[in-house]
């Protein structure tokens, strides 16, 4: 059974820091390309930050860019994304992406985890 599963998120004042984590099972994450997501109330899902099978190509939003880091352990199956400076902009549920294009094509997601950006 494939699955996806974040977690790390809350509550944070602004300028806080946390680290998301998604824990993958099913399938072996080395051979997909993984992504963050989030999405605001009343937004439109938008892509954070994406990183290729071996970490050598890695993409950020504009928004993120120089706060938040993306990184993936592929031996433990996990994939990360360290957030700091966080803004109350940042608000959102943080979603994890697994896709994969081959033969066929595989997209996966988790269930997503809360975060606020609040004082």
């Known amino acids: 059974q494939v699955q996806l599963v974040e977690s790390g998120g809350g509550l944070v004042q602004p300028g806080g820091s946390l680290r998301l984590s998604c824990a993958a099972s099913g399938f072996t994450l080395s051979s997909f390309a993984m992504s963050w997501y989030r999405q605001a109330p009343g937004k439109e899902r938008e892509l954070v930050a994406a990183?290729?099978?071996?970490?050598?190509?890695?993409n950020y939003a504009d928004s993120v860019k120089g706060r938040f880091t993306i990184s993936r352990d592929n031996p433990k199956n996990t994939l990360y994304l360290e957030m700091n400076s966080l803004k109350a902009e940042d608000t959102a549920v943080y979603y994890c992406?697994?896709?994969?294009?081959?033969?066929?094509?595989?997209?996966?997601w988790g269930q997503g985890t809360q975060v606020t950006v609040s004082s």
């Open positions: 992406n697994a896709k994969r294009v081959d033969r066929y094509s595989y997209d996966y």
């Open positions: 990183i290729s099978t071996l970490g050598l190509n890695i």
